[in-house]
């Protein structure tokens, strides 16, 4: 499908400007011009349920709603800009911008290492523009693409972005759609790709209005967190349309590379083709016509491969999809945590299997879920997963919001940065872990509605239950709890900060320059075995190997090496004295071909650490 999107209203130039919307529940739409002069006009409706008029005298600006059957007035559920916020009137937008992007077409999809960031929280000014100073720490970081997390208008000025009710909006307090664009330009001057996290599964509750336009939502699933959108129910093509447009609007408009899709085991469709599957051709379609790479990344709990399967296959075609397992399993072990979906995980064999085949769960039973969970995925190259050690939900999603550093220290940490970014999936850092920030990163809102507020709270306290954290989360409404998260950057500057900064891009420098380091294809292979709690990983890409050994244990332990050709050097030790460790007792060079006659090599490594060895060459 060849879409354009035409939902909204559209500058034409001279003055005029089309006003289209899908309201099938509207026998008459009227559009309500408010500034610079008060007008109200009707629009043509069709017989799909689509108004739509171009109107003279309307130029960038002008504030507008929509009066449904002459009574309620509402605004456009596809506004470009809120800028007096959910409950006001909607903005034109002039989408044309100065872009100085003219020949950035993205990166390969296996280079991708991705930086997860909240804008309100990133710098002390929370506005999407003031990204673009700091893009220099995130180059020599080395990573390849920011994610934001979403953007889509929301009651306030805080929130984690998830309960966004006019998906085609800015928000206004991050800058609206000029801070977005300015932001991505700044990106592809610096080399950058930008992901944005978008919400397809719900809409938040205040200052949604989409009901009274027409059957976007459905009673017949649901989801944790509002009413679901009816994507294969009566009606549901107008729908589909809505959120599809949304996607290219995105990609068209803002020069986006990539869109992270929230929790789309909540985006219920049992249509013969699946909204999902038909958006992914949508998007095709247009980054072919563009001639730019542009992505489309899921995130799922099901385990489910068909997602990233080709179409010809019996898949949806989508291009990656986050890997919950290898988290769980790494902080598991790190951390001893039992509770919640954490009692599937705790043993090191399963950390290596994660490593093998990506998922851990792959039929077995669930003892969190009380069922079997998950199918095998052999046929699927790593470079389609996205793993971590954190990000938004899994340092979020805490009573405390705690990061994984002030859990379990240091060398752990080191650890788990070796654990993901010396994998064969595609890594992502969460903002600040490059240089161990310590402020947490709890969950926030200002709703003004105070029963919402209480509904907040109150589900909260239910949804952490499982964990069986003590204490009471943060209040989510207050803003102490919102500026508690806002990252202090001076950190990276002192110790032992500044070293750990050092190791993660000593890190992705390895993982660049080696290519048995890199994000694997189908043509690399991959060993992972536990011994005790070790886990010796061998990564072969073509004639380049590398052998990463990963100690999850506190205590020193030791490890068995099986023989293997020639002589191999150490090339990064985390417990070493630079990088902020206790000192090594693993050797500078190992001489595996010796050993082909004696057995395997028996070393010792420090606790919680990481190393990195590559043959040497004759």
Request: proline share 8%; charged share 25%.
């Amino acid at each position: 499908m060849n879409l354009e999107p035409r939902l909204g209203s559209t500058c034409l130039g001279r003055g005029e400007c089309r006003f289209e919307v899908w309201a099938p529940r509207a026998d008459l739409v009227e559009v309500s011009l408010l500034h610079p002069e008060r007008r109200l006009l009707p629009l043509r409706k069709d017989d799909r349920g689509c108004h739509q008029a171009v109107v003279s005298g309307v130029e960038p600006g002008a504030l507008y709603l929509y009066r449904l059957d002459g009574q309620k007035e509402r605004p456009d559920p596809a506004s470009r800009f809120q800028p007096e916020g959910v409950h006001g009137p909607s903005r034109v937008v002039d989408q044309g911008y100065p872009w100085h992007d003219q020949g950035w077409s993205g990166p390969n999809l296996e280079d991708y290492l991705v930086y997860e960031l909240h804008p309100g929280t990133f710098t002390p000014e929370g506005t999407l523009e003031a990204v673009i100073p700091r893009l220099d720490h995130l180059k020599g970081l080395g990573v390849t693409a920011l994610e934001l997390m979403p953007v889509a208008q929301f009651p306030g000025e805080r929130n984690w972005g998830y309960d966004g009710v006019f998906p085609f909006a800015v928000q206004s307090s991050y800058g609206g759609p000029a801070g977005l664009k300015s932001l991505v330009d700044a990106c592809h001057s610096a080399g950058l790709a930008v992901i944005l996290d978008v919400v397809y599964n719900h809409l938040g509750p205040e200052g949604n209005c989409l009901a009274d336009f027409g059957p976007f939502f459905s009673d017949r699933y649901q989801t944790p967190w509002g009413r679901s959108i009816n994507f294969d129910g009566p009606g549901s093509d107008g729908v589909r349309r809505f959120f599809m447009e949304n996607a290219l609007s995105w990609i068209i408009d803002f020069h986006l590379d990539g869109l992270r899709l929230d929790a789309v085991h909540a985006i219920f469709d049992f249509s013969a083709r699946p909204f999902l599957e038909e958006l992914a051709g949508a998007v095709r379609a247009k980054a072919q016509e563009l001639k730019r790479k542009v992505l489309l990344i899921v995130e799922s709990s099901l385990n489910d491969p068909r997602l990233i399967r080709p179409p010809e296959t019996g898949g949806y075609g989508l291009d990656a999809l986050w890997n919950d397992d290898l988290h769980h399993a790494l902080h598991a072990l790190l951390t001893g945590e039992r509770a919640g979906y954490y009692q599937d995980f705790g043993r090191p064999d399963q950390l290596a299997k994660a490593f093998r085949e990506g998922f851990v769960y792959t039929g077995q039973y669930s003892a969190f879920r009380r069922r079997r969970h998950g199918r095998p995925c052999p046929d699927r190259p790593p470079s389609q997963m996205v793993v971590f050690a954190q990000n938004h939900d899994q340092v979020g999603n805490r009573a405390d919001g705690r990061r994984l550093d002030q859990l379990v220290g240091l060398e752990a940490a080191k650890l788990a940065g070796a654990a993901v970014l010396l994998s064969p999936f595609l890594p992502l850092l969460f903002m600040g872990q490059e240089y161990g920030e310590t402020a947490p990163f709890p969950f926030f809102v200002s709703h003004s509605e105070p029963g919402l507020v209480e509904a907040v709270r109150l589900g909260r306290r239910k949804e952490l239950a499982d964990f069986g954290w003590p204490g009471e989360p943060p209040d989510p409404q207050a803003e102490e709890t919102f500026l508690s998260a806002r990252l202090d950057w001076d950190l990276a500057l002192i110790e032992p900060h500044r070293t750990l900064l050092r190791y993660h891009q000593e890190l992705i420098r390895l993982r660049k320059t080696f290519p048995a380091l890199a994000a694997g294809g189908p043509e690399a292979t991959l060993r992972a075995e536990a011994s005790g709690r070790v886990l010796a990983l061998r990564r072969r890409a073509g004639e380049d190997e590398a052998l990463i050994l990963l100690n999850l244990d506190q205590e020193p332990a030791r490890v068995e090496i099986e023989p293997g050709p020639g002589r191999w050097a150490k090339l990064l030790d985390s417990a070493e004295k630079p990088w902020g460790g206790p000192g090594s007792p693993l050797p500078a060079r190992l001489d595996l071909g010796r050993l082909s006659l004696a057995g395997p090599a028996t070393l010792t490594m420090a606790g919680h650490s990481a190393a990195v060895y590559k043959p040497e060459k004759d």
